[in-house]
C-alpha cells in the first residue's frame, strides 16, 4: 500500500478492501493536496501506520491497531476506530501499544495535523509503552496538533491523552467517559486520567464532556499557561480534585460546568505554589468546590447552588467562589443531569447566569459563544481520479 500513497496524484482517494494490511510506512512523502485513504465500506480495512516527515495524508474509515507519528504537516486521522483488539505493534514497541497514537512534534507549531472524529476503545498499553492512548511527546516543545470531535471509552489501560508538548488543541466535541483509576489498579497498576500533562504548556482544552472518570485533568507536575474553557465535566461526588492544576503557572479555568466535583490549583509537596490562576465565570454544582493553593491567583463571576457553597466553606479559607459570585440553581436546556448532552448544559433564556458574565456571555459553556465547530465528514463521494487498491 505505501508505493501506492507514494505513487498517488494530489488529491485523490484510495479505497481499501475490508482484510488487514499489516504496517504502513511512510516515510519522506510530500502531497500538495490530500491523499485519502479509506475503506470502500465501513471501517473494514485495518493497519498499523508509521508516518514521518510526511504531508498531506488522510487516513478515513478504518480500523487502526496502532500509528507512530514523528513530523509532517497537513495530516489527517478521521472517523477511523483505534482499538486493542489486533495484539502489540512490534515495530515500535517500546513507544507504541495496541490501539495507541504516538505523536511526535517535531517542533513546528503550524503542523496543522489533525486527529479528529476517532473513536478509541477500550485501549491497554504495554508494560514498556507511552502512557497515553494519545501519547504527544516533546520534540522541542511545539506541536501543531489539534484533537477534536473524538470519543474515548474506557475502562482501558492509560490515560486516554497524556501530553508533554507546547500548543496543543484538544477540543472542541472530544468525549471523555469511564476512565476509572480502581479498574486500572486491578488491571495493570497504571495511572489513568482522562487527560494528564507532563512537562506540558500552552495547552487549550475547550469545548469537550468529561464523565464517569476518576481524574478528567491531572496536571501534577505543572504547567505554563494552560487554558480550560467551555468544558462540560460530569463528576462523582468525590472529595478529592478530579480537576488537579499543581504547581501551575498562569493558568485559566474559565466558563465551563461543574457537577459534583473538585478543582485544585494546587502543588506537589516538594514543587511550588501555583500562582497567577483564573478561575472565572464558571458554574458549580452539587457539592463542588475550588481549592486555592496559590498566589495571585483570583476567582470571580461564578455561580455556585447552596450544596457547593456548603461543601466550599466546609474547606476553609483555602476554598472560594470569589467576587461577583451568584447564588442560586441555573436551569438548561437539556433534560436531567442523566440525558444531557454537552449542547444541553447551555442555560436557558431565563436562568442565573443568562449572560451575565465578566465578558457579558452565559456563565458556564456557551454552546453558540467562543467555541469552534469541527466536524468529521460522514458523506464519502469519490472523485474523477479514484484509484482502487
Not at 36 to 53: D, E, K, P, Y
Not at 127 to 148: D, F, H, M, R, Y
Not at 264 to 292: C, H, M, P, W, Y
Request: hydrophobic share 30%; aromatic share 8%; with cysteine.
Amino acid at each position: 500500500m505505501a508505493s501506492a500513497i507514494s505513487g498517488a496524484a494530489d488529491g485523490s482517494t484510495i479505497c481499501l478492501n475490508g482484510g488487514n494490511y499489516g504496517t504502513v510506512t511512510l516515510s519522506n512523502i510530500s502531497k500538495v493536496s490530500d491523499v485519502t485513504i479509506q475503506s470502500t465500506t465501513g471501517q473494514t480495512a485495518i493497519a498499523n501506520f508509521s508516518l514521518s516527515n510526511t504531508n498531506h495524508i488522510k487516513v478515513q474509515n478504518m480500523t487502526i491497531y496502532s500509528l507512530y507519528w514523528s513530523g509532517g504537516t497537513n495530516n489527517t486521522f478521521s472517523n477511523n476506530l483505534f482499538t486493542g483488539d489486533g495484539g502489540a505493534w512490534n515495530s515500535h514497541s517500546s513507544m507504541v501499544g495496541t490501539g495507541q497514537i504516538y505523536y511526535y512534534s517535531g517542533g513546528n507549531s503550524s503542523a496543522n495535523n489533525l486527529i479528529n472524529g476517532n473513536t478509541f476503545k477500550t485501549i491497554s498499553v504495554c508494560s514498556n509503552c507511552a502512557e497515553g492512548w494519545i501519547s504527544l511527546q516533546p520534540g522541542n516543545k511545539a506541536s501543531g496538533v489539534t484533537i477534536s470531535n473524538n470519543t474515548f471509552t474506557g475502562p482501558g489501560d492509560g490515560d486516554f491523552i497524556q501530553t508533554g508538548t507546547s500548543g496543543v488543541v484538544i477540543g472542541p466535541g472530544n468525549s471523555f467517559i469511564g476512565n476509572v483509576q480502581s479498574w486500572c489498579d486491578s488491571h495493570s497498576g497504571r495511572h489513568c486520567d482522562s487527560i494528564q500533562g507532563y512537562g506540558q504548556d500552552h495547552t487549550t482544552i475547550t469545548g469537550n464532556y468529561f464523565s464517569n472518570d476518576t481524574i478528567f485533568i491531572g496536571n501534577y507536575d505543572g504547567g505554563t499557561a494552560d487554558v480550560i474553557t467551555h468544558n462540560v465535566f460530569v463528576g462523582n461526588n468525590q472529595d478529592a480534585g478530579q480537576v488537579l492544576l499543581g504547581s501551575s503557572n498562569s493558568d485559566v479555568f474559565e466558563h465551563n460546568t461543574v457537577i459534583g466535583m473538585a478543582i485544585g490549583f494546587d502543588k506537589k509537596t516538594e514543587l511550588s505554589q501555583s500562582q497567577n490562576g483564573i478561575f472565572r465565570n464558571n458554574i458549580l454544582l452539587q457539592n463542588s468546590r475550588v481549592a486555592f493553593n496559590c498566589s495571585g491567583c483570583v476567582a470571580s463571576y461564578n455561580l455556585a447552588d447552596s450544596s457547593s457553597i456548603n461543601t466550599c466553606s466546609a474547606h476553609g479559607s483555602e476554598c472560594t467562589f470569589g467576587s461577583n459570585l451568584i447564588t442560586g440553581t441555573p436551569t438548561f436546556t437539556g433534560g436531567s443531569s442523566t440525558t444531557k448532552t454537552w449542547s444541553g448544559w447551555q442555560l436557558t433564556s431565563t436562568s442565573l447566569g443568562y449572560r451575565n458574565a465578566s465578558d457579558g456571555a452565559d456563565r458556564g459553556i456557551t454552546y453558540n459563544g467562543t467555541t469552534a465547530t469541527v466536524t468529521a465528514s460522514t458523506t464519502l463521494v469519490p472523485p474523477a481520479n479514484l484509484r482502487v487498491q
